[in-house]
């Protein structure tokens, strides 16, 4: 008497381990994913895990760990469509007469959603055409998909990555060891700025922004002062951009955007011009307002940005923080 075994499938190592049971009982005999995605945005853009998945003869998808399973078999017209804005992802299963499906996920999963969807199409044409895959993907890099010689079994372009680091990569991992301290830094860069400010070198520069040309004619040359400050800010900005990418996952051109200059200035203006403490206190009121709007009425978001820096310049022009002054100077 032999008792039967149960099937044991290949998943890759895109599965998260809390969905590992969930994946093998959905999974036919001799089924194996080729490629899963875990989104982590459900449709009102609340955090919700779910996972998509692509195996040689369908799409599985389930909205979180327990919950039932949707499948699509690949058929003639089926599309799997990707895009994103504003940082959140998007990912459309269609067929000719209508939508199907929909999945929204943050950037952080991008890379993951770039190869599932790949492996979609992949599928779906050798399905639709009966044409086998091994030979179309055999002179492929499996990451890249750059072409690959016969006889080369390394990709040229990856292994230039991984072993010949470009001298920017060491910007890149500065995050390592600063997410840690992102307080200190925060307190270091404040208590920096204030002894500039009180420095000889801060009265200059407040000269050179007040009247330069007097400045001038006092011996003074604003060139070099502006220019080190300028470098100084570009060292601040550094440091916060290492840290800001490990935080949302993954950067894309959207983050150059102008709204995303303006959100800057509306810091320091909300916070309070010509003050240190004013920008920061600026960045997290707006950015708590952003946090909220974004989830509950996204489409309202450059709008209340546009009021609030047209309702702080008319009425509030030095901030909060000129605000708690006035409070201040009207109780004496």
């Given at each position: 008497?032999?008792?039967?075994?149960?099937?044991?499938?290949?998943?890759?190592?895109?599965v998260?381990a809390?969905w590992?049971n969930?994946?093998?009982?959905q999974?036919l005999?001799?089924?194996?994913?080729?490629?899963?995605?875990?989104?982590?945005?459900?449709?009102?853009?609340?955090?919700?895990?779910?996972?998509?998945?692509?195996?040689?003869?369908?799409l599985?998808?389930?909205a979180?760990?327990?919950?039932?399973?949707?499948?699509?078999?690949?058929?003639?017209?089926?599309?799997?469509?990707h895009?994103?804005?504003a940082?959140?992802?998007?990912?459309?299963?269609?067929?000719a007469?209508?939508?199907?499906?929909?999945?929204?996920f943050?950037l952080?999963?991008?890379?993951q959603?770039?190869?599932?969807?790949?492996?979609?199409?992949?599928?779906?044409?050798?399905?639709v055409?009966?044409?086998?895959?091994?030979?179309?993907?055999h002179n492929?890099?499996?990451?890249?998909?750059?072409?690959l010689?016969?006889?080369?079994e390394?990709?040229?372009i990856?292994?230039?990555?991984?072993h010949?680091?470009?001298?920017?990569?060491?910007?890149?991992?500065?995050?390592r060891?600063?997410?840690?301290y992102?307080?200190?830094?925060l307190?270091?860069?404040?208590?920096?700025a204030?002894w500039?400010?009180?420095?000889?070198?801060?009265?200059?520069?407040?000269?050179?922004?007040?009247?330069?040309?007097?400045?001038?004619?006092?011996?003074?040359?604003?060139?070099?002062?502006?220019?080190?400050?300028?470098?100084?800010?570009?060292?601040?900005?550094?440091?916060?951009?290492a840290?800001y990418?490990?935080?949302?996952?993954?950067?894309?051109?959207?983050?150059?955007?102008?709204?995303?200059?303006i959100?800057?200035a509306?810091?320091a203006?909300?916070?309070?011009?010509?003050?240190l403490?004013?920008?920061?206190?600026?960045?997290?009121?707006?950015?708590?307002?952003?946090?909220w709007?974004?989830?509950?009425?996204?489409?309202?978001?450059?709008?209340?940005?546009?009021?609030?820096?047209?309702?702080?310049?008319?009425?509030?022009?030095?901030?909060?923080?000129?605000?708690?002054?006035?409070?201040?100077?009207?109780?004496k």
């Open positions: 008497m032999t008792s039967e075994v149960p099937a044991v499938h290949s998943l890759p190592p895109d998260p809390g590992v969930d994946v093998q009982a999974l005999p001799h089924e194996n994913v080729l490629a899963a995605l875990e989104v982590d945005l459900d449709a009102q853009l609340h955090f919700v895990k779910g996972l998509v998945l692509v195996t040689p003869q369908r599985l998808s389930s979180c760990p327990g919950d039932a399973w949707q499948s699509w078999d690949f058929s003639e017209g089926l599309n799997l469509l895009h994103d804005h940082g959140v992802a998007h990912l459309e299963l269609v067929d007469q209508q939508r199907l499906a929909s999945w929204r943050t952080g999963q991008n890379l959603a770039i190869r599932l969807v790949d492996q979609f199409h992949s599928q779906l044409q050798s399905h055409t009966g044409k086998p895959l091994a030979l179309a993907l492929v890099c499996p990451s890249c998909k750059a072409p010689e016969p006889d080369q390394e990709c040229p990856c292994t230039k990555v991984v010949t680091p470009p001298s920017t990569w060491t910007l890149f991992r500065l995050w060891f600063a997410k840690p992102q307080g200190q830094l307190l270091g860069f404040f208590l920096m204030r500039l400010i009180n420095s000889k070198f801060g009265r200059v520069l407040q000269a050179v922004r007040d009247a330069e040309t007097r400045v001038m004619c006092s011996g003074y040359n604003p060139i070099g002062y502006k220019l080190t400050i300028w470098t100084i800010s570009a060292m601040m900005c550094g440091v916060a951009g840290l990418v490990p935080q949302v996952g993954i950067i894309n051109p959207s983050e150059m955007s102008p709204a995303n200059s959100e800057i509306i810091w203006a909300v916070g309070g011009r010509a003050t403490i004013g920008p920061i206190l600026g960045a997290f009121i707006v950015n708590g307002a952003k946090s709007l974004t989830v509950t009425y996204p489409e309202f978001w450059l709008y209340f940005l546009g009021a609030l820096f047209i309702g702080v310049t008319l009425y509030l022009p030095d901030g909060v923080v000129g605000l708690v002054k006035k409070l201040k100077g009207g109780s």
